[in-house]
């Protein structure tokens, strides 16, 4: 597994809730801090929307 390096990690305005994207062979996945972790996702940009609905940011 190795994280993207395009991706910057996404914050919520909680403290201590940092989500990034990861990739695990051809899929991508979304982790926070928190110990969540997202479905794997064969679109980067679904992954991303996994993050930020996580963290509880409005869609982009």
Do not use: I, K
Request: with cysteine; charged share 30%; glycine share 8%.
């Amino acid at each position: 597994m190795h994280q993207d390096p395009s991706d910057s990690p996404v914050r919520s305005p909680s403290p201590g809730h940092t989500a990034t994207t990861v990739e695990r062979g051809s899929f991508c996945l979304a982790r926070c801090s928190c110990g969540w972790s997202g479905a794997a996702r064969r679109s980067r940009d679904r992954a991303r929307a996994d993050a930020r609905e996580h963290l509880g940011e409005p869609e982009v």
